[in-house]
C-alpha cells in the first residue's frame, strides 16, 4: 500500500511519494541546487545531504544531477527509500519541512548535461504514415525496419529544457513547383517522444545488453524533437536527418526515475519476424503511458507509448551493439508516439497529413503546421501503485521568428 505524506497536497496528487522526479532548480540568486518534487514543493537535495538526511555520496552537491546518475541502482534505491522516508515519517517533518522550497519560487533548469543524443523510429504507425505521405504508391515501411530499431544521432548541445523558446530554423529547401531557396521553414513540426536517460557508462567495445537496460537507465523525460519537414525532405537524401532536426529538442525538468513506473509496465507488442539475438528480451515490456499534446492550448491528439514497437531496452541495446559506450548523461528518444488513429498521432505531421488537413483550434483558426507564437505542451501520466497515477514533467516550447 502507497504511505502516504505529511506534505501538503502530496496524498492524491500524481506528483507524491510514488512519483519523486530529480531536477534542478535556483531559487533568487542561488547556486543550481539538485531537488526531488513532491506536490507543489521541491526538496532541497543538497542541503538534506548536507545534515546526513540522505546519502548520496556528495552528488547532491553538484550543479547537475550527473554526478548521482554514475552511482547505479543501488543508490538510486537506496536514496529513494529515504526520501519515501522523510516525507512520510511525521517524526521527520520539523527537520525536513524547513528544507521544501516551494515550486512557485523555482527556476527550473536542464536537469543534467547531455552527454550524447540519439533519437529512434520505433512506433509502427508512425513509420507507415511517414512512409505513406512521403512515398506514395511504395510500401511504407522500409526493408530493414522490422530488423533493427532505425535511429540517428542528434546533436547534444541542442537539447534545451522546457519553457525555452524555440527560433525558427533557416535551411534549403524546395517546394513543389518551386526553385530550391534558402530562408526559414515553412513546415515547422513538432514529434512527441519520451526520452531516455543514460546514468551508468559502458566500456567502449563492450555492447550492452537488453536485459542490463535497468542497470544502465535511470530515467524518463518527455521530449519534443522540433522537425522543420520541409528541410528535412531536401537534405534526408540519401543520408538521414540533420539540419532539419539539430536546432532544437526540448525535454521536461524532471527526469522520473524508472522506479516510479514500475506499476506502468506493460507486455510489448509481439515482433514478426523474429529479431537478431542482441535484441532479444528474456523479459519483453513496455510502458503504459499516456501523452498528450496541446496546440495553442488545445488538445489535439493523445500518443500512446505501450504501442511503440522497438522496447527502450532494445533500443539501448541497438546502439552499443557495434561496441559504442555509454556515457553518464546520454539521452536517447523513442521516436514518435503514435497509434494507429490520426487523433492518436504524435506529429502535425501525421495530424493535418503534411498539412493538408488542417486542424481547428481554440477560438477557430486553423493550423496545418507551427506559426510563429504558437505554443505546444506535451503531457503524459502513468498508472502508479495502488490505483495512484504517475505523472511525467511536461515539456512546452514556443515558436519564435528566424533571425
Known sequence: MTATSWVPGADGSPYGVQTLPYGVFVRGRQVPTVGVRVADFVLDLAAAERVDLVDAGGAFFASTLNAFLALGPTAWDRVR????????????????????VPLADCTLLLPFEVADYVDFYS???????????FRPGQPPLQPNWKRL????????????????????????????????????SVRLDIEAEVGFVVGVPSRLGDPVTADAFTDHVFGV???????????????????GPFLGKSFAT???????????????????????PPVARYLVETERYGYDLSLAVAWNDTVVSRPPFQTMYWTPAQQLAHMTCNGASLRTGDLYGSGTVSGP???????????????????????????????????????ATAPGPDGTVVALGDVTGSVRPAH
Open 81 to 100: 527509500g529515504q526520501v519515501v522516508g522523510l516525507l512520510t515519517d511525521p517524526a521527520a517533518r520539523p527537520v525536513v519541512e524547513p528544507l521544501l
Open 123 to 133: 512506433s509502427e504507425a508512425h513509420a507507415i504514415n511517414v512512409g505513406q505521405i
Open 149 to 184: 530499431p532505425v535511429g540517428y544521432h542528434g546533436r547534444a548541445g541542442t537539447v534545451v529544457v522546457t519553457a525555452t523558446d524555440i527560433i525558427r530554423p533557416r535551411g534549403q529547401r524546395r517546394e513543389p513547383g518551386e526553385d530550391l531557396r534558402y530562408g526559414p
Open 341 to 379: 488513429d490520426r487523433e492518436k498521432t504524435g506529429s502535425f505531421l501525421e495530424r493535418t497529413w503534411n498539412g493538408t488537413e488542417p486542424v481547428t483550434l481554440a477560438g477557430g483558426s486553423t493550423r496545418g503546421f507551427l506559426l510563429d507564437g504558437d505554443r505546444v505542451t506535451i503531457t
Open 221 to 239: 523525460v518527455l521530449l519534443n524533437d522540433w522537425s522543420a519537414r520541409d528541410l528535412q525532405a531536401y537534405e534526408t537524401v540519401p543520408l
Open 250 to 272: 526540448s525535454i521536461s525538468a524532471w527526469v522520473t526515475p524508472l522506479a516510479a513506473l514500475a506499476a506502468a509496465r506493460v507486455p510489448a507488442p509481439k515482433q514478426d
